[in-house]
Protein backbone atom coordinates (compact mmCIF):
# COMPACT_ATOMS: atom_id res chain seq x y z
CA UNK A 1 0.00 0.00 0.00
CA UNK A 2 1.28 3.70 -1.06
CA UNK A 3 0.19 6.43 0.74
CA UNK A 4 1.07 10.16 -0.40
CA UNK A 5 2.66 12.98 1.03
CA UNK A 6 0.16 13.84 2.79
CA UNK A 7 -1.31 11.00 4.68
CA UNK A 8 2.71 10.13 5.10
CA UNK A 9 3.02 13.15 7.37
CA UNK A 10 -0.15 12.96 9.40
CA UNK A 11 0.77 9.71 9.99
CA UNK A 12 4.64 10.78 10.98
CA UNK A 13 3.12 13.39 13.25
CA UNK A 14 0.98 10.91 14.88
CA UNK A 15 3.95 8.78 15.71
CA UNK A 16 5.67 12.09 16.88
CA UNK A 17 2.58 12.54 19.15
CA UNK A 18 2.65 8.95 20.69
CA UNK A 19 5.78 9.46 21.47
CA UNK A 20 5.69 12.50 23.38
CA UNK A 21 3.10 10.86 25.21
CA UNK A 22 5.30 7.86 26.04
CA UNK A 23 8.64 10.37 27.07
CA UNK A 24 6.05 11.91 29.46
CA UNK A 25 4.69 8.93 30.63
CA UNK A 26 8.14 7.94 31.30
CA UNK A 27 9.07 11.40 33.19
CA UNK A 28 6.05 11.06 35.19
CA UNK A 29 5.65 7.54 36.20
CA UNK A 30 9.18 6.56 36.32
CA UNK A 31 11.75 9.60 37.51
CA UNK A 32 8.82 11.43 39.17
CA UNK A 33 6.46 9.25 40.71
CA UNK A 34 8.35 6.21 40.89
CA UNK A 35 5.06 4.44 40.43
CA UNK A 36 6.53 1.93 37.15
CA UNK A 37 9.71 -0.21 37.36
CA UNK A 38 12.77 -0.51 35.39
CA UNK A 39 11.75 -2.99 32.98
CA UNK A 40 8.50 -0.39 32.07
CA UNK A 41 10.92 2.31 31.96
CA UNK A 42 12.58 0.71 29.05
CA UNK A 43 9.95 -0.65 27.22
CA UNK A 44 8.71 2.93 26.42
CA UNK A 45 12.29 4.23 25.74
CA UNK A 46 12.65 1.70 23.05
CA UNK A 47 9.00 2.34 22.06
CA UNK A 48 9.66 6.21 21.78
CA UNK A 49 12.81 5.35 20.02
CA UNK A 50 11.25 3.23 17.65
CA UNK A 51 8.34 5.73 16.90
CA UNK A 52 10.55 8.36 16.23
CA UNK A 53 12.70 6.50 13.60
CA UNK A 54 9.25 5.42 11.62
CA UNK A 55 8.39 9.40 11.57
CA UNK A 56 11.45 10.04 10.67
CA UNK A 57 11.23 7.52 7.84
CA UNK A 58 8.03 8.13 6.64
CA UNK A 59 9.39 12.00 6.19
CA UNK A 60 11.68 10.67 4.08
CA UNK A 61 11.53 11.91 0.17
CA UNK A 62 9.34 9.48 -2.03
CA UNK A 63 12.53 9.05 -4.43
CA UNK A 64 15.06 8.12 -2.12
CA UNK A 65 14.93 4.62 -0.77
CA UNK A 66 18.44 4.52 1.26
CA UNK A 67 20.80 3.42 -1.40
Known amino acids: ?5 DQR ?3 AKVCDNLA ?6 VI ?3 WVEEK ?9 LLSSVGL ?3 ATVLRRKEGHHGD
Not at 1 to 5: Q, S
Not at 20 to 25: H, R
Not at 36 to 44: F, M, P, R, S, T
Request: glycine share 18%.
Open 36 to 44: IGVAAIGNL
Open 9 to 11: EGL
Open 20 to 25: TALMLA
Open 52 to 54: VTL
Open 28 to 30: LGG
Open 1 to 5: MRFNK
